[in-house]
């Protein structure tokens, strides 16, 4: 499935896990995708991680919308970015 802006996504966020010398991370994608590599994740389709990390979006951005828009900014920049970068 192709995801908007290419295949890295718009921000990742490191949790520690309780139980293991392990880090889960929550990926946001540009298609508003939020995904975690967790177990409990990998099984319901949702986990802790991915709720505090929409639950940080929401504080910090006043709603998921608005953060998904922010980050996407972001990424175009960074990609304009490279792209001068490479051509000069
Ligand atoms: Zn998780």
């Given at each position: 499935?192709?995801?908007?802006?290419?295949?890295?996504?718009?921000?990742?966020?490191?949790?520690?896990?309780?139980?293991q010398?392990n880090?889960?991370?929550?990926?946001?994608?540009?298609?508003?995708?939020?995904?975690?590599?967790?177990?409990?994740?990998?099984?319901?389709?949702?986990?802790?991680?991915?709720?505090?990390?929409?639950?940080?979006?929401?504080?910090?951005?006043?709603?998921?919308?608005?953060?998904?828009?922010?980050?996407?900014?972001?990424?175009?920049?960074?990609?304009?970015?490279?792209?001068?970068?490479?051509?000069?």
């Amino acid at each position: 499935m192709p995801y908007f802006h290419g295949k890295y996504p718009l921000k990742t966020w490191k949790f520690a896990s309780k139980s293991q010398f392990n880090y889960w991370t929550v990926e946001l994608w540009g298609d508003g995708a939020i995904v975690c590599d967790c177990p409990g994740f990998t099984f319901r389709k949702k986990c802790r991680h991915v709720v505090s990390v929409l639950d940080e979006l929401t504080k910090e951005f006043g709603g998921f919308e608005k953060a998904l828009r922010y980050y996407r900014d972001q990424k175009k920049k960074e990609q304009k970015d490279g792209l001068s970068k490479v051509s000069k």
